[in-house]
């Protein structure tokens, strides 16, 4: 077995690196204090930290002259998008020089008869689809927050509609990538498929900017949909909602979104919105389809929640009903931070096999509450992968310890029923302590390695992902 | 750049290997005759060659046990699954150990709720469906052979279904891998998607056994098909065709398979089949839906066909009008292997944009012709692939070149559009010139480094893939 040990060829040189960028990029080089400060935080619950100065790069090319220069010096890179990372994958934490892809936002090609199109990494998902809406094609992949697409291929981000659109390791067709040495690697085709050598895109899709800087990126995109129809319906219990949604996955009907928010959840909601939905578990779904194939479904849909013993069910396909019906599950993350005021988020984030989902929730509700946490639970139940919201106060050391606690047990056990510590944020600081009960020895020794061959000296977001 | 020659660390010690493979599996290592023969060869037209020894492991730890002693003695280990290769990749070109998992077919696992089941490499893909018979769920991945799963997740395979189902890039969750040193490796997760560390799934999927053993797969499962309809079309032009495949996927239709026949197979089939098909390109078009949803779809592609001028429009919804139907797509490989009687079939698969495809068949066909081929073709047009089969004497060296110069332009012009060299069928011993202008040198680099991290004496089947 090769090793690469992180040897510095020679010790860090700052000052020269430093000297270097501002050459290259005059003003587009900084170190004004907001600047740095900007540019060490995003929207974990880990400590900021300051980085040595921030690139503002505009092509390919300079990219691969900062990591030639910070290469040459052994000063790290670690890579920023939108700032919305929720694992601390952004922060600094060797300092060194963050680039940030601000001044790379651009929609380079779209090919409506191919379905792709190709971007910069600092274009955000929003923009994107406002720059496709006359094209009849969208692109998919949802997350929280407006994330730029290079931060959602660095985290193999998804969002609610990936049970039937995938995730960023479905949508990437292929990448630019500036390797740690400068070279400029081209993963991909714009094919479909392919069949021709080792696929080099999904490695670097979800390495979260430690095995190179993407500076490009070939997306799949799709179809809008026909028709759009939602339903909602309240249950007696967890288990019958995820009954309810596995189900509606066996008969395979056209559902596009499965969303299940718990009691708390819907407390957390009706406080922020003003909403009155009763404290019932509530399942949201959204389908995706021709007029006749949604009424369809629809109609199979309720006769579904009915043998589950749901109730409240409401159906809606009109723009204004369907904003109604789903101003509850757009709400939630304002809800969470308006509820029981807490100063961080601590998001969970396990993704779990279906078949083991109820029960994973059940012991996480039941944990939480154990120890003092009224934690709201939203989930993507169509992908078995839920977010439960321990509510802390950073400066509260009993609390926090008491939420750490909660998540790891809530991950041990997602890993032991075959589940993953993290079904879309990342691993960033917090679950690398995660990665050898969750991938064994061998993995991540093999994983170490091909680090140590990407990037030899560790200078490409050194801290993350792996323990 | 680290670069990893292989040096072996010692002369290949055969005989050493022998007698230790002989004492770990008794009369499971064969060196007889016949059984050498019958694992030097596959369906393509590259020429056999024998093996030194063939094993029958049964489990992953035989495997592990197999490779440490392969490993120790610098024998080649070369994997084979049910031999349908078709681009030589199971050859044993540097001599050495053929392991065969004719001993490793069982269905190990299927859990329904989660959508999955875990198969040993050996099984075949028409066996995996029929033990899932009574489950309601399906594994979708249909390549024209009935291959074995192992030998489909090596070449990272696909069929006529991969535009609704995807490949066996999306089809496989996880692995269980055997190292050339004998380690065993977990990749992957049973939860549906993962946002946890580096994807060595994806490493694996489509790399030919060379660069570990597959030992164990995962599979995602759908669910079957409510209803399934068919509907088949002549057009005037292959252009008309093909562009009506793409409106069909640009209005959201839920088609499973869009199938291309140009005249040359037409012809072709109905000599061998007996029909009388006009000798003009069809497509052939399946539905998977609600009944509601299947009715509306064959309602509006009634529609685009008529627009885009296609005639003999026919509609089937029950299994025997469906059989009569496909027959004639059915019977397209048997149709290849009738046609003026050659010896041989060299088939050709690029993968291209599909903005690409019309103009891509075009000059296959022309440069066929012009060269003395009447060439038939067959399209995954929803993907963007497409066989042309060159029928070629092996024994006329004139024939022989003239086909590969048709197929390397074929392959130049696919790549040159942005396509790949090989959508399905893999790299194998032909395609390796190939590489360098489809991946450029970075990425090959990059893919040698990776083979030489994996396998530092180049023993997992030597000479495939990489130039």
Known sequence: ????????????????????????????????????????????????????????????????????????????IVAFGAGSSVEGALIPTS??????????????????????????????RIALNEALRDSGLFFP??????????????????????????????????????????????????????????????????????????????????PLPEETDTAISSFDTLDDAVNAAVAIQQCGLPAARLELLD?????????????DLPLRPHLFIEFHGSRPANDHAIELVGEIVKDMGGSDFEWARTQEDRNRLWKARHDCAHACKNYRRPKRLLTCDVCVPLSALAESIARARADARENGFDAPILGHVGDGNY?????????????????????????????EVGGTSTGEHGVGIGKRKHMVHEHGEVAVDLMRDIKGLLDPRNLMNPGKVLP
Chains 1, 2 share one sequence.
């Not at 660095?154 to 049970?163: F, I, L, Q, V, W």
């Not at 479909?192 to 500076?215: C, I, M, N, P, Q």
């Not at 009993?398 to 790891?408: K, S």
Request: with cysteine; glycine share 10%; proline share 4%.
């Open 1 to 76: 077995m090769n090793t690469h040990t992180a040897k510095p060829a020679a010790p860090r040189d700052l000052e020269a690196a430093r000297d270097a960028l501002a050459r290259l990029l005059g003003d587009r080089f900084s170190t004004g204090s907001s600047v740095l400060d900007q540019h060490g935080r995003d929207e974990s619950w880990h400590r900021p930290q300051r980085p040595d100065g921030v690139c503002f790069p505009e092509t390919t090319e300079e990219i691969s002259e900062i990591c030639k220069i910070c290469f040459a010096h052994e000063v790290p």
């Open 95 to 124: 300092g060194g020089i963050v680039v940030s892809t601000e001044r790379m936002q651009q929609l380079l090609n779209v090919d409506t008869a191919n379905f792709d199109c190709t971007v910069q990494p600092g274009m955000r």
């Open 141 to 222: 992949v949802d997350p929280g927050a407006d994330a730029s697409i290079g931060g959602m291929t660095a985290t193999r981000a998804s969002g609610t509609n990936a049970m039937r659109y995938g995730t960023m390791a479905d949508a990437v067709r292929g990448l630019v990538v500036v390797l740690a040495d400068g070279r400029i690697l081209r993963t991909g085709t714009r094919a479909r498929k392919s069949a021709a050598g080792y696929d080099l895109t999904h490695l670097f899709v979800g390495s979260e900017g430690t095995l190179g800087f993407v500076t490009e990126i070939t997306l799949r995109l799709f």
């Open 263 to 275: 009691d708390v959840m819907i407390d957390a909601v009706n406080a922020f919105s003003g909403t």
């Open 387 to 415: 977010h439960m919201v321990l509510l802390v106060d950073p400066d509260d050391a009993d609390e926090v310890a008491r939420a750490q606690g909660v998540a790891d047990r809530l991950v041990d056990h997602a890993i």
